[in-house]
């Protein structure tokens, strides 16, 4: 069977990957502190993710970019420049924005409540589930970035512009928000705790 | 347990298995977890002075990406280029803070940090020396591998490029190519950072 260092009164030091008992409070090697877990972790984890999913309507419902053609403004959601882009003929394009700016946020939030509510419901979900569950997360994270690059270059790109105009809304802003929560969320989830649950049950 | 017993066995980060080493790594083998899958340990070891030229060919080649334009066009007898930062500072300008610091920050501030702290610590770490502020060096290191986005850079600027297309006649530009060859370079230098490793020597010039 297999066991867990806390079980044998080891830890690791999650900066340098160094071994040590349990007693020792600080790491010898890279002198930063060491917790056998991350201090409350759900908790914090959970702050996270709720103040991400508020997050989300803002994000979604305020312009995120401001078109001006011609004198007037256009103020342009998240998915409403993707239902442009379809209608311009660009579905690649909207393909890769929808997911990157919808998906990838939604999904990362769902996931990490769905493994954060079954390991404190004990929902029948399989350890190797929900490491791989939070391991896309972890990997997509970033890439919910996309947008407000795209947002950046095409700013860039118009400033000595008189007849196309490009400027971030508010909405921008909301979206900035939601992505930084979730990547501290996934970051402040401690996946160790997956295995803990099993020891508690037995 | 002491220290002897100890270095033989090894913990995994991501579920906290204890994992006897001792039985398992060789030379130019993996070392995988066998209840997480988790990457334990690559068996070829990076020496740190190749590290140290790659970190730095990636610093100049980044940098060399930030003074050209990505691109440049004329859209209606109005001639236009863009960089990487120029969009940062116009969003910082218009006051959307939160906006253009994650943006400068994940597409300059970070790789820009990332490529030099490398080079520094490498470069200390192979000369065994033991340079001022190593530790923290070495800890910021870590950290910011995850605030490199250089890959959504590249993709995000795509999705740019063919939304433009449709409004004028586009000049690539060479920051394009310079940040494209920091993209491979940089995915290998990354892959080959093993934070015990580095600080297994940090240990052993102190
Ligand atoms: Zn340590």
Redo the contacts with the bound molecule.
């Keep these: 069977m297999y066991t867990s260092a806390k079980q044998m009164g080891l830890k690791l030091?999650?900066?340098?990957?160094?071994s040590m008992s349990e007693e020792q409070t600080h790491?010898?090697?890279?002198?930063?502190r060491?917790h056998t877990r991350a201090p409350n972790s759900l908790q914090k984890c959970w702050a996270f993710v709720i103040a991400a999913t508020v997050g989300l309507f803002p994000a979604n419902l305020m312009p995120i970019t401001v078109l001006s053609t011609r004198g007037a403004p256009q103020y342009e959601t998240i998915m409403s420049g993707v239902i442009s882009l379809i209608k311009d003929d660009m579905v690649g394009i909207a393909i890769v924005v929808f997911v990157a700016s919808i998906v990838v946020p939604v999904m990362k939030l769902v996931g990490l409540i769905v493994i954060m509510l079954s390991l404190q419901f004990k929902m029948n979900l399989d350890n190797r589930q929900r490491i791989v569950i939070y391991r896309i997360i972890d990997i997509i994270g970033k890439w919910s970035m996309l947008d407000l690059f795209v947002l950046s270059i095409m700013i860039a790109v118009f400033e000595r512009n008189n007849l196309v105009g490009v400027e971030a809304g508010p909405g921008a802003t909301a979206f900035g928000a939601v992505v930084l929560l979730t990547l501290f969320a996934a970051k402040s989830f401690d996946t160790r705790i997956i295995w803990d649950k099993q020891l508690e049950q037995r | 347990m002491k220290s002897s017993e100890l270095s033989k066995l090894s913990i995994c980060p991501s579920c906290d298995l204890l994992v006897d080493t001792h039985a398992h790594c060789r030379a130019g083998k993996v070392l995988i977890c066998p209840r997480c899958k988790h990457t334990l340990a690559r068996g070829n070891r990076a020496r740190f002075s190749s590290q140290f030229a790659l970190a730095l060919t990636c610093l100049i080649m980044v940098s060399l990406a930030n003074t050209y334009p990505l691109l440049s066009f004329t859209f209606l007898g109005i001639p236009s280029s863009a960089n990487i930062l120029r969009g940062t500072v116009l969003l910082l300008e218009h006051g959307y803070y939160l906006v253009g610091f994650a943006v400068v920050i994940a597409s300059f501030i970070a790789p820009i940090l990332l490529f030099s702290l490398i080079c520094y610590t490498s470069l200390s770490l192979s000369k065994g020396w033991k340079a001022p502020g190593l530790a923290t060096a070495l800890h910021f290191q870590d950290d910011l591998i995850h605030w490199s986005m250089i890959e959504v850079y590249i993709v995000s600027f795509l999705v740019a490029l063919v939304k433009l297309v449709e409004y004028a006649d586009i000049d690539l530009g060479y920051g394009l190519w310079c940040i494209c060859i920091t993209l491979l370079l940089s995915t290998r230098l990354i892959q080959r950072i093993e934070p015990a490793e580095y600080?297994e020597r940090y240990v052993h010039i102190r």
């Design positions: 030091c999650r900066h340098c990957k160094l790491c010898q090697r890279c002198h930063m060491v | 600080w």
